[in-house]
């Protein structure tokens, strides 16, 4: 993947889930992006911009989960 580009987030959700999801939040995408952004704010990670050429991929500053 080009290490330039965005990034996307994608949650399998059931109708009746995202029914109801739009009913406490008219903007979903908007919320999670609020909810990313105070994440990172409170963890004090700082988003990094991209790599230079000749970097290796472990000095992308790449977050990852537990378990991934």
Same mark, same amino acid.
């Given at each position: 993947?080009?290490?330039?580009?965005?990034?996307?987030?994608?949650?399998?959700?059931?109708?009746?889930?995202?029914?109801?999801?739009?009913? !406490?939040?008219?903007?979903?995408?908007?919320?999670?992006?609020?909810?990313?952004?105070? /994440? /990172?704010?409170?963890?004090?990670?700082?988003? !990094?911009?991209?790599?230079?050429?000749?970097?290796?991929?472990?000095?992308?500053?790449?977050?990852?989960?537990?378990?991934?």
């Amino acid at each position: 993947m080009d290490k330039h580009s965005n990034r996307f987030v994608a949650v399998n959700l059931t109708d009746a889930e995202w029914r109801a999801l739009r009913a !406490v939040t008219p903007d979903p995408c908007g919320w999670i992006k609020t909810q990313i952004q105070r /994440l /990172l704010d409170e963890s004090g990670v700082t988003p !990094v911009s991209p790599v230079s050429e000749g970097e290796e991929p472990s000095e992308w500053g790449a977050l990852t989960s537990p378990g991934l």
